[in-house]
C-alpha cells in the first residue's frame, strides 16, 4: 500500500505524482497534473494572487509581519494522517516555510516523517526525485524518470554546444520591483547555450535597479514572474514596457523579449525543470529548437 503523502508545494506534488503516488492532500497551489486539482488542500494564503505585481509585492511585505504569507489548515492536515509529509526551505513566499509545518506536526502529535527539499541547481532538483523516490518506496520508478530526464538534458545541452553564438540572456522571476531570477536559471540559461552574467548558478533570486539590467542590455530577455502563467504577465506588461529604457534595449529592439510562463515552468523545482530547460533553448536557439506549447513562451510585443 502506497504511503499517504502530503505535499505543501507544487513541484514535490509533481514528483510525487510522477513517481506513481496520488498525495491525500497538497497546497492550495498545487495543479499539476490536472488529477490533483480536486486533492484536499491544507494550506490557506494571505496573498491575493490575482493582484498586480506591485500589490502582491505589498501584501508579502504586510505579511511578514501577520504570521507570514501562508496559514496551515491543521484541522485538515490532521483529516490527511501523513505518513510523510513533503515541505521546502527555499523561500518562505513560494511555500510555508519548514518550520511552520514543524509546529504544526508537533502540536498534533502526528507519527510522520517530515522531508524538506531546498534546491538551488539542477543536481539538487533530481537529488530531490531520488530522495523522494527512496522515501515513498518508488527508487525503482525514480531511477527511470531521472534516466530520461538525464537524457533530455544531455541532448539539449550538446545541441546548444554546437550554435557559435552565446547569446546574453536576462530573467526576471518579478516585474515590480524587478528581481532577476537565480538558483537553477543560471545554469539553464548555459545549458541552453546562452550566457547569464547577472547572477551565478545557485544565487538566490534578488531585486535589482532598472538601471542595471538596461546597462547590462541583454540580447535576450525573459520576463517569467513566480506565479504568473502569461495572461497575467500579460496584465502586468506595462510594469516593464512603461519603465524608461525598455523599448531601448537591445532584446526589445530585436524583438527578442519573451514572457514564459514563471508559474508552471521557470519558478517550479520538479520534473518539468527540463521543460523549463527546452523552453528557454527555443527561445535563446530558435534554429535548433521550437517551444512545444504555446502556453509556455510568447514574444513580448504578442502580449499586447
Same mark, same amino acid.
Not at 514572474?225 to 506595462?238: H, I, M, S, V
Not at 510594469?239 to 532584446?251: C, K, N, V
Given at each position: 500500500?502506497?504511503?499517504?503523502v502530503?505535499?505543501?508545494?507544487?513541484?514535490?506534488t509533481?514528483?510525487?505524482?510522477?513517481l506513481?503516488?496520488?498525495?491525500?492532500a =497538497? &497546497?492550495?497551489?498545487?495543479?499539476?497534473?490536472?488529477?490533483?486539482?480536486n486533492?484536499?488542500s491544507?494550506i490557506?494564503?494571505? *496573498?491575493?494572487?490575482?493582484?498586480s505585481?506591485?500589490?502582491?509585492d505589498e501584501?508579502?511585505?504586510?505579511?511578514?509581519?501577520?504570521?507570514?504569507?501562508y496559514?496551515?489548515?491543521?484541522?485538515?492536515?490532521?483529516?490527511?494522517d501523513?505518513?510523510? #509529509?513533503?515541505?521546502? +526551505?527555499?523561500?518562505?513566499?513560494c511555500?510555508?516555510?519548514?518550520? #511552520?509545518?514543524?509546529s504544526?506536526?508537533e502540536?498534533?502529535?502526528?507519527?510522520?516523517?517530515l522531508?524538506?527539499?531546498?534546491?538551488?541547481?539542477?543536481d539538487?532538483?533530481?537529488d530531490?526525485?531520488e530522495? *523522494?523516490?527512496?522515501?515513498?518506496?518508488?527508487?525503482?520508478?525514480?531511477?527511470?524518470l531521472?534516466?530520461?530526464?538525464?537524457?533530455r538534458?544531455?541532448? #539539449?545541452a550538446?545541441?546548444?554546444?554546437?550554435?557559435?553564438?552565446?547569446?546574453t540572456?536576462a530573467?526576471?522571476?518579478?516585474?515590480?520591483?524587478?528581481?532577476?531570477?537565480?538558483?537553477?536559471?543560471?545554469e539553464l540559461v548555459?545549458?541552453?547555450? +546562452?550566457?547569464?552574467?547577472?547572477?551565478?548558478?545557485?544565487?538566490?533570486? =534578488?531585486?535589482?535597479?532598472?538601471?542595471? *539590467?538596461?546597462?547590462?542590455?541583454?540580447?535576450i530577455?525573459?520576463?517569467?514572474p513566480?506565479?504568473?502563467?502569461?495572461?497575467q504577465?500579460?496584465e502586468?506588461?506595462?510594469?516593464?514596457?512603461?519603465r524608461? +529604457?525598455w &523599448?531601448s534595449l537591445?532584446?526589445?529592439?530585436m524583438?527578442?523579449?519573451y514572457?514564459?510562463?514563471?508559474?508552471?515552468?521557470?519558478?517550479?523545482? +520538479?520534473?518539468r525543470?527540463?521543460?523549463?530547460?527546452?523552453?528557454?533553448?527555443?527561445?535563446?536557439q530558435?534554429?535548433?529548437?521550437? #517551444?512545444?506549447?504555446?502556453?509556455?513562451?510568447? &514574444?513580448f510585443?504578442?502580449l499586447?
Amino acid at each position: 500500500m502506497p504511503p499517504r503523502v502530503v505535499s505543501l508545494l507544487p513541484s514535490a506534488t509533481e514528483i510525487v505524482a510522477a513517481l506513481g503516488v496520488e498525495p491525500v492532500a =497538497t &497546497s492550495h497551489e498545487c495543479d499539476y497534473p490536472p488529477t490533483v486539482e480536486n486533492t484536499p488542500s491544507v494550506i490557506e494564503s494571505r *496573498i491575493d494572487a490575482s493582484a498586480s505585481s506591485a500589490e502582491i509585492d505589498e501584501q508579502v511585505q504586510e505579511s511578514a509581519t501577520e504570521g507570514g504569507v501562508y496559514r496551515i489548515d491543521r484541522e485538515s492536515l490532521a483529516a490527511a494522517d501523513p505518513d510523510v #509529509v513533503i515541505s521546502q +526551505g527555499i523561500c518562505d513566499v513560494c511555500a510555508v516555510d519548514t518550520v #511552520v509545518v514543524e509546529s504544526a506536526i508537533e502540536e498534533l502529535e502526528l507519527d510522520c516523517e517530515l522531508m524538506t527539499t531546498d534546491p538551488h541547481s539542477v543536481d539538487d532538483i533530481l537529488d530531490d526525485i531520488e530522495a *523522494i523516490g527512496d522515501a515513498l518506496g518508488r527508487a525503482d520508478r525514480a531511477g527511470e524518470l531521472l534516466a530520461s530526464l538525464r537524457a533530455r538534458i544531455d541532448g #539539449v545541452a550538446a545541441a546548444a554546444a554546437e550554435s557559435p553564438i552565446r547569446p546574453t540572456v536576462a530573467v526576471l522571476d518579478w516585474l515590480e520591483p524587478p528581481m532577476v531570477a537565480g538558483h537553477w536559471v543560471p545554469e539553464l540559461v548555459e545549458l541552453a547555450g +546562452g550566457e547569464y552574467d547577472l547572477a551565478d548558478p545557485g544565487d538566490a533570486s =534578488t531585486p535589482r535597479e532598472w538601471d542595471e *539590467i538596461r546597462e547590462y542590455d541583454p540580447d535576450i530577455f525573459v520576463a517569467a514572474p513566480c506565479g504568473f502563467e502569461l495572461d497575467q504577465t500579460a496584465e502586468n506588461r506595462t510594469d516593464l514596457t512603461e519603465r524608461e +529604457g525598455w &523599448s531601448s534595449l537591445r532584446a526589445v529592439r530585436m524583438n527578442r523579449a519573451y514572457a514564459m510562463d514563471g508559474h508552471h515552468l521557470t519558478n517550479r523545482p +520538479g520534473p518539468r525543470v527540463v521543460e523549463t530547460l527546452e523552453t528557454l533553448a527555443a527561445l535563446l536557439q530558435p534554429e535548433r529548437f521550437d #517551444v512545444q506549447e504555446p502556453w509556455m513562451a510568447t &514574444s513580448f510585443s504578442a502580449l499586447e
